[in-house]
């Protein structure tokens, strides 16, 4: 069992920066590749980006490239979110969730641990 917590959400004006860490308990965090979920109110839930067990690949949907950076730390069993030059139509929960995967999938489906969400509001 793995259990994940995310913090670090909140409210931000366009334009602004945010980080969201996702911590790791239970097992050995460095053999899940790990992604990073949204859901918008009235939408589905949507990639956002994912990297890999080792920490050297990183992978983003194209709405969030050049903006958003995702890295993990293996020794804290924590992965981070790091949202620059945010805009409004980022506003979401963010989840993490980890994948018994080498490398992070965009399906939902290959994630087996989820964490409960953290919200994120970006104003305009």
């Known amino acids: 069992q793995v259990q994940l917590v995310e913090s670090g959400g909140g409210l931000v004006q366009a334009g602004g920066s945010l980080r969201v860490s996702c911590a790791a308990s239970g097992r050995t965090f460095s053999s899940y590749a790990m992604g990073w979920f949204r859901q918008a109110p009235g939408k589905e839930r949507e990639f956002v980006g994912g990297?890999?067990?080792?920490?050297?690949?990183?992978y983003y949907t194209d709405s969030v490239k050049g903006r958003f950076t995702i890295s993990r730390d293996n020794a804290k069993n924590t992965v981070y979110l790091q949202m620059n030059s945010l805009k409004p139509e980022d506003t979401a929960v963010y989840y993490c969730?980890?994948?018994?995967?080498?490398?992070?999938?965009?399906?939902?489906?290959?994630?087996?641990?989820w964490g409960q969400g953290t919200q994120v509001t970006v104003s305009s």
């Open positions: 969730a980890a994948s018994g995967d080498i490398r992070p999938s965009d399906s939902g489906r290959a994630y087996t641990y």
């Open positions: 990297i890999s067990r080792a920490g050297l690949s990183t």
